[in-house]
């Protein structure tokens, strides 16, 4: 079956929906066929400064453009507004892809927006997509979970509601309970978050990556651990988007990095001396 044959099987976009949708992390070849079923399909796309510019490319000639997001330091739209033009576009009775950077639910408010829309009887679709918390690991070769290492991770913003790092998180809980958390929002708190950790228990040499730009042609991995990270960033000038890993799985790293290996690099399947979780705290 060619590709145009499987996208006409899939569901139509229908005056006055709305598609919540996810781009991925950044390489548009990690979007799903429905999020490009919409982008094709749409008459307007309210989108994120986190969706790539390749990604927008594949909009259909006809499709406006509305950015609804941050940019050069300007601050981001109100949600309200965001949700309001949602349900304006609707009783308009626009075709609406909302598109968000890697998954509309996680760390995106899309849940948010569904509920204005339930409020106003619109209907709408909701469409995962692959999270920077997922995707990006992929991309530096390091896996949310192995049997080396741990049977469990969190996913933690490092941005609560009014600013600082969110208030309901108990970091003694964490410490002791997630051997691997990946951190949305954190490049700029991570000399307070990597206190936290510490304060809690976890030990100065844990590892820690972070990854900027995940699966952008811009991608960098910085690894290094909890002591020294703040440290690092700033010596290195890690620019964000980044998300910061924290756990004993960051060494598999060295068994995995595929972009690397493409690029040259020497990986090692070795994994003595990677130690599982609960024996280092
Ligand atoms: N809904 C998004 C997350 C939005 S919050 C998702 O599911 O991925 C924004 C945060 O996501 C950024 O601060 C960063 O921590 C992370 N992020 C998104 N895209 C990224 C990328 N390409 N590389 C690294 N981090 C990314």
């Known amino acids: 079956m060619d590709i145009n044959a499987l996208l006409s099987k899939l569901p139509d976009m ?38 790539s510019p390749e990604i927008l490319a594949m909009a259909g000639e006809h499709a406006r453009l509305d950015f609804a997001g941050k940019r050069g330091g300007q601050p981001s739209s109100r949600q309200q507004d965001i949700s309001e033009h949602l349900v304006s576009l609707a009783r308009e009775g626009k075709k609406i892809l909302r598109l968000k950077g890697g998954d509309p639910l996680v760390f995106g408010r899309g849940g948010e927006e569904a509920r204005h829309l339930v409020e106003n009887d619109i209907f709408f679709r909701i469409i995962p997509g692959i999270t920077a918390g997922v995707g990006g690991l992929a991309y530096a070769g390091i896996p949310l979970t192995d049997r080396h290492t741990n049977s469990a991770v969190t996913f933690l913003t490092g941005h609560g509601a009014d600013g600082g790092l969110a208030k309901d998180i108990d970091w003694e809980a964490l410490a002791k309970s997630s051997p691997v958390v990946v951190i949305y929002m954190a490049l700029s708190r991570i000399g307070l978050i990597a206190e936290k950790f510490l304060e809690s ?81």
């Open 14 to 51: 229908e005056p006055g929906q709305v598609w919540l949708a996810g781009a991925g992390p950044g390489d548009p070849g990690l979007m799903s066929l429905l999020t490009l079923k919409g982008l094709q399909q749409a008459d307007v796309i309210v989108y994120d400064a986190l969706v």
């Open 201 to 281: 228990g976890r030990p100065a040499d844990e590892p820690v990556a972070i990854i900027s730009r995940a699966t952008t042609a811009e991608q960098k991995v910085v690894v290094t651990t909890l002591d020294r990270c703040a440290d690092d960033v700033r010596r290195e000038n890690i620019e964000a988007p980044a998300m910061i890993v924290v756990g004993e799985v960051v060494k598999l790293r060295k068994g995995l990095d595929w972009l690397g290996a493409l690029a040259g690099k020497k990986l090692s399947a070795d994994v003595s001396g990677i130690r599982p979780q609960g024996s280092r705290t």
